[in-house]
């Protein structure tokens, strides 16, 4: 390690421990004046620590060989400041150590990412379903509820509650079949003769809010469909109430 280039090429594997004693000696003695290769080494230490923390996360399938591919392929480049100077030749186990780091260091930013957006995910759910579940007691306590309450010929009993003031339904279901693999129950509100999606209920049983507002509807429905939904009704209803007034 003779040259200012050789020095701004050993961050990572100074960060890895990778040094003999003797680079690690110089390297500190040119770290102590390099503001860019203490910070390298600063985000290579804080990289490798959280790549220790992120080990109890399950890698996905082929991650080691992707890893183990890429060691003999990736370089490090030198800061800004020295990139222009040729670098010389750098011992054979250096390249290793500084290739695995990088290679490390992408793979673990993409399991950040992944973790961060899933982290986003979970806010969002817990956000709308605290949501539904508040404008789901509103209806039930309005002080304007209307209850209706019917058996179903294919078993079970159904019952739908709505709050004009609140603008909202909300429908329960006790003892119907479980529906067909591969399929749900639909909610519909009947507007006009046309039935409008509402949602869909869960299993075979359960109280959901209705999607939308039953403002306008005179009637509801209940089918089954695919497990996603369909925009219009595509078997034959298994309960078809009027709203109460």
Same mark, same amino acid.
């Given at each position: 390690?003779?040259?200012?280039?050789?020095s701004?090429?050993?961050?990572g594997a100074?960060?890895?421990?990778?040094?003999e004693?003797?680079?690690?000696?110089?390297?500190?003695?040119?770290m102590?004046?390099?503001?860019?290769?203490?910070q390298?080494v600063?985000?290579?230490?804080?990289?490798a620590?959280?790549?220790?923390?992120?080990a109890?996360?399950?890698?996905?399938?082929?991650?080691?060989?992707?890893?183990?591919? /890429?060691? +003999?392929?990736?370089?490090?480049?030198?800061?800004? *400041? #020295?990139r222009? %100077? $040729?670098?010389? &030749?750098?011992?054979? !186990?250096?390249?290793?150590?500084?290739?695995?780091?990088?290679?490390?260091?992408?793979?673990?930013?993409?399991?950040?990412?992944?973790?961060?957006?899933r982290?986003?995910?979970?806010?969002?759910?817990? /956000?709308? +379903?605290?949501?539904r579940?508040?404008?789901?007691? *509103? #209806?039930?306590? %309005? $002080?304007?509820? &209307?209850?209706?309450? !019917?058996?179903?010929?294919?078993?079970?009993?159904?019952t739908?509650?709505?709050?004009?003031a609140?603008?909202?339904?909300?429908?329960?279901?006790?003892?119907?079949?479980?529906?067909?693999a591969?399929?749900?129950?639909?909610?519909?509100?009947?507007?006009d003769?046309?039935?409008?999606?509402?949602?869909?209920?869960?299993?075979?049983?359960?109280?959901?809010?209705?999607?939308?507002?039953?403002?306008?509807?005179?009637?509801?429905?209940?089918?089954?469909?695919?497990?996603?939904?369909?925009?219009?009704?595509?078997?034959k209803?298994?309960?078809?109430?009027?709203?109460?007034?």
């Amino acid at each position: 390690m003779s040259t200012t280039a050789d020095s701004h090429l050993l961050t990572g594997a100074y960060a890895l421990h990778a040094l003999e004693p003797a680079e690690e000696a110089a390297f500190e003695r040119h770290m102590a004046h390099c503001a860019a290769c203490a910070q390298e080494v600063r985000e290579f230490t804080e990289t490798a620590t959280k790549l220790g923390l992120a080990a109890a996360v399950t890698p996905p399938p082929g991650f080691k060989d992707a890893v183990m591919a /890429r060691v +003999a392929d990736v370089r490090q480049e030198p800061p800004p *400041a #020295v990139r222009a %100077a $040729p670098p010389r &030749r750098r011992p054979r !186990a250096v390249h290793w150590a500084l290739a695995a780091c990088v290679a490390l260091a992408a793979a673990l930013g993409g399991t950040a990412v992944w973790q961060g957006q899933r982290a986003h995910e979970a806010r969002t759910e817990v /956000r709308a +379903a605290q949501d539904r579940a508040a404008r789901l007691d *509103a #209806v039930l306590s %309005a $002080p304007d509820v &209307r209850v209706a309450s !019917a058996p179903l010929d294919a078993g079970g009993r159904a019952t739908v509650v709505v709050s004009r003031a609140r603008d909202g339904a909300v429908f329960a279901a006790t003892g119907l079949p479980r529906p067909p693999a591969g399929t749900v129950y639909q909610l519909w509100f009947d507007v006009d003769g046309t039935m409008r999606p509402a949602g869909l209920l869960p299993g075979s049983s359960g109280t959901v809010l209705m999607e939308g507002s039953p403002r306008a509807a005179t009637a509801m429905g209940l089918t089954i469909e695919p497990k996603t939904g369909s925009r219009a009704p595509t078997s034959k209803p298994v309960a078809l109430m009027t709203l109460p007034t």
